[in-house]
């Protein structure tokens, strides 16, 4: 069902406005989310695209005769479309599900509880694992996560389907420091361990030229994602709010692959003629405020998150999710030993480069330690926010986040203490039950007015 | 005896680790299994489990932790910000679960906001969540690295004759829980699970060499008693951390009686020993690092179950209580797919999701282990 709206969703810009309207009634609940998507012209409607071909890929996975890998968002991709592995990204198909369907993944979210799964549990899994679970949707073959101590909510859920699946695990299970050459060994060995499960599990061995193909687009990736990064560091901001979404969205389900390389050429063409004329990439081009999310986004009722930014003129400078720690992004600047770089000088620099990649994947990196650690969680949200002049930080998150949850008053704190307006939210990214949109929207604003930080005329923009 | 290994049990602190602390001795405490008694016990140090018991308010753990978070590291936090662990010189913060291992931070910032709660040596120790040769190596490397930490900080020595001494003494009292798990296997049991979780629970709350001997007196004892435990419908408890000797007997008010558990402050903390030849280090990394038992070592599920089945086979148990903290996901999950597999075995299962602390749930609980002993009976 997910394919299929999405399918015809990627083909609304093409026809009339008459035909748009028809198959607007195929897609009910979607117009609003649709809309969002289009009115960003060639990039929103390249989004839509990847994402129809993304779900068709996994549909049409086991007819053509791949293995279906059950993944999460932290695990980059590229070593899987090595392989010929279709990434099944549990977080991926949960977000699809909460902008998608009427009433969000709700009753996937409740079924999971059914089978054993505990209500507490995180629901960006959740979501999308109940449907897994009930044979509703393609069955994996096997399960790949990386987040066993950086994230056991998220691991949890990996596990969880294994066992009740019954079918092949594997986790990457990084150590809590993240630099010098005792974890970068480490790293590099369990990424080893995991070309040998993949091996077993696809019955193939690792294709050098296909791998090197998709390290290629990777490396073109990066390029092209850092250059939206710098971007983020303008004032106005010349990004649309919702390119964080869709960055990391489209990352999350097709890094290494072309078409996520052309959605980032065309990103990077409209912003730069945005930059080109000082405007703020929202619908209005003014810029009063500027908010970084040191978490995760807000995905429930129809995703309007990213839309009441840009109708309230408030630009989003990223989240935990779009920073990936490439060694030429502009945060990773004079922290070298944080970042990585891919190097495509042959086999096993192809391979240790895919490991260093995946050991600085979004959370994997900021978390795995204790948030104050050099490295980490506050040093990171402290260094975004000063370089790309972040007006306040927001948390989002799940109510099975355990890590954040135990840590997050403390970082706040930090963060207030070094003069950066802090909001924590208790909120449910992936379950509206849990505070309403209303409820959301109204903690924001009067953090806002009561802290002072809108700008009433957006008198930065010069346009 | 009894009494003795109860009052150990019941609260924090103790008469042995007062007489430890008045003999100029230090004391280390540590939250989680993964952690080597063995080294501090060579270093001279009396390691302490960490433990909630005794909880009134948490009005400290929430000031820290966020809303949403297991109570058993919050209590541990309240206890610690009360000084009620003042006794302690050192504290060991692992990576048990995500709850637990931020306990590092909230203790930490804790001690930035009230005076004194901070022990001069605080550490984390990092254990890996698989067991493959590359793992156990870091995990070696983790564990020397402990060992010299705690060298310079107290200003000792450990050798690997201390070592090899300290892994006897704790083998020793791992084969003395051992054997009380075979007398609670036995056709005339004659221990309830009450006492039987409090001899558990001293072991890793005095010194170890104290409690050997205790324990050695006590099993005599129990062998030799009749405390008319026949006909009583038998249990064993899975699940999240408990060391609420109340909440035990609470299930054997019930007319259950709990034979056996797989849980850290049970048999997970002496089912297997450490190898005693060979080096220390490397046989204290195996053994600490293979006993896969917490989900925490995710993917392991099949070993999990094995070991419930083989346990419950041997102590011939009526039915299963498998039960977790609130907010304790990875037990409270695998717990959800141990019912599925040991129902269809046969084998009778309560879910319970339950506080650590304070029994507030009195009543609840009460209840449905009343429903489930009629649903056995």
Not at chain 1, 238 to 264: H, S
Not at chain 2, 240 to 247: E, G, R
């Amino acid at each position: 069902m997910i394919w299929s709206i999405l399918d015809h969703a990627a083909k609304l810009s093409h026809g009339s406005s008459k035909e748009y309207n028809d198959l607007l009634e195929l897609v009910p609940h979607f117009e609003d989310v649709l809309d969002m998507f289009l009115k960003q012209g060639e990039p929103g409607e390249l989004f839509l695209k990847l994402l129809a071909e993304y779900t068709a890929q996994c549909l049409n996975a086991k007819k053509e005769g791949k293995k279906v890998c059950l993944t999460s968002f932290s695990v980059a991709t590229p070593i899987l479309y090595a392989f010929d592995v279709v990434p099944l990204c549990l977080e991926a198909y949960t977000v699809l599900g909460t902008i998608i369907f009427k009433r969000g993944t709700g009753q996937f979210l409740d079924y999971c509880c059914e089978l054993g799964f505990t209500e507490t549990s995180c629901s960006a899994q959740r979501g999308a694992l109940g449907a897994f679970l009930a044979g509703l949707a393609i069955r994996p073959d096997f399960v790949v996560c990386d987040s066993p101590g950086v994230c056991d909510s998220n691991a949890n859920s990996f596990a969880f389907a294994s066992a009740y699946l019954d079918i092949p695990f594997y986790q990457l299970n990084y150590p809590s420091t993240l630099t010098g050459k005792r974890a970068e060994t480490y790293h590099r060995k369990d990424f080893r361990n995991l070309i040998g499960f993949l091996e077993e599990h696809t019955g193939t061995v690792l294709n050098e030229d296909k791998l090197a193909g998709v390290i290629d687009e990777t490396k073109r990736q990066d390029e092209l994602i850092c250059e939206l990064t710098e971007f983020n560091r303008l004032i106005p901001v010349p990004v649309p709010a919702l390119y964080d979404l869709m960055v990391y969205g489209a990352k999350t389900m097709m890094n290494g692959i072309r078409q996520f390389t052309e959605l980032l050429e065309s990103m990077v063409k409209k912003v730069t003629t945005k930059a080109m004329l000082s405007v703020s990439g929202s619908t209005s081009t003014r810029e009063k405020a500027r908010v970084l999310l040191c978490y995760i986004g807000h995905y429930t009722t129809d995703a309007r998150f990213w839309d009441w930014l840009d109708r309230n003129d408030i630009s989003l400078l990223g989240s935990i999710l779009c920073t990936f720690w490439q060694e030429s992004a502009s945060y990773a600047k004079g922290r070298s030993e944080e970042g990585y770089r891919i190097d495509d000088g042959g086999l096993d620099a192809m391979i240790d480069s895919l490991a260093d990649q995946m050991s600085r994947m979004p959370m994997i990196k900021s978390i795995r330690g204790p948030y104050d650690a050099p490295d980490m969680w506050l040093e990171d949200s402290l260094g975004m926010a000063r370089l790309l002049h972040a007006d306040f930080i927001a948390y989002f998150s799940t109510v099975g986040c355990r890590n954040t949850w135990s840590s997050v008053k403390l970082l706040t704190r930090d963060l207030e203490q070094q003069s950066i307006p802090s909001l924590l939210l208790f909120v449910d990214a992936f379950d509206d039950r849990v505070a309403s949109w209303e409820a959301i929207t109204g903690r924001i604003e009067e953090f806002i007015q009561v802290r002072g930080i809108m700008k009433q005329s957006g008198a930065r923009c010069s346009a | 005896m009894m009494r003795e290994i109860g009052d150990v049990a019941r609260a924090v602190s103790n008469r042995y680790i007062e007489a430890w602390k008045e003999a100029g001795h230090k004391v280390v405490g540590f939250p989680c299994t993964f952690v080597p008694e063995e080294i501090l016990h060579a270093a001279g140090i009396l390691p302490f489990r960490l433990r909630g018991v005794g909880t009134k308010t948490l009005s400290i753990g929430d000031t820290y932790y966020g809303p949403v978070i297991c109570s058993f590291p919050k209590c541990i936090l309240q206890l610690a910000g009360q000084g009620d662990y003042s006794f302690l010189d050192g504290v060991i913060i692992t990576n048990g679960c995500d709850s637990m291992r931020r306990l590092d931070e909230c203790w930490r910032k804790a001690g930035e906001d009230i005076e004194g709660i901070l022990p001069g040596f605080f550490y984390y120790f990092g254990v890996p969540h698989k067991v493959t040769d590359y793992s156990i190596e870091w995990f070696i490397e983790e564990i020397r690295e402990l060992l010299g930490a705690l060298e310079k900080h107290f200003e000792t020595e450990i050798t690997d004759q201390a070592l090899h001494r300290s892994i006897e003494i704790y083998n020793n009292g791992r084969k003395l829980l051992r054997k009380l798990d075979s007398i609670r296997a036995s056709e005339g049991i004659s221990i309830s699970g009450e006492d039987a979780m409090a001899i558990i629970i001293a072991s890793s709350s005095m010194p170890r060499e104290d409690f050997n001997t205790l324990a050695e007196m006590t099993l005599s004892h129990v062998k030799k008693s009749d405390a008319g435990m026949a006909g009583k419908k038998r249990l064993m408890i899975v699940g999240s951390a408990n060391d609420d000797l109340d909440f035990i007997r609470l299930i054997e008010d019930s007319g259950a009686l709990v034979v056996a558990d797989t849980m850290c402050f049970g048999s997970k903390s002496y089912d297997d020993l450490v190898d005693e030849a060979g080096d220390p280090v490397e046989a204290l990394a195996r053994r600490y690092l293979s006993h896969s038992y917490c989900p925490r070592m995710f993917g392991y599920y099949k070993e999990r179950l094995d070991y419930i089945r083989k346990k419950a086979a041997e102590v011939r148990v009526d039915g299963i209580i498998l039960q977790n903290i609130r907010f304790c996901d990875l037990h409270g999950s695998e717990n959800g797919i141990f019912e599925r597999d040991l129902e269809k075995e046969g084998i009778p299962c309560m879910r319970m999701e339950r506080e650590y602390g304070p029994l507030v749930e009195t009543g609840r609980i009460k209840m449905r282990i009343d429903a489930f002993m009629e649903r056995i009976g």
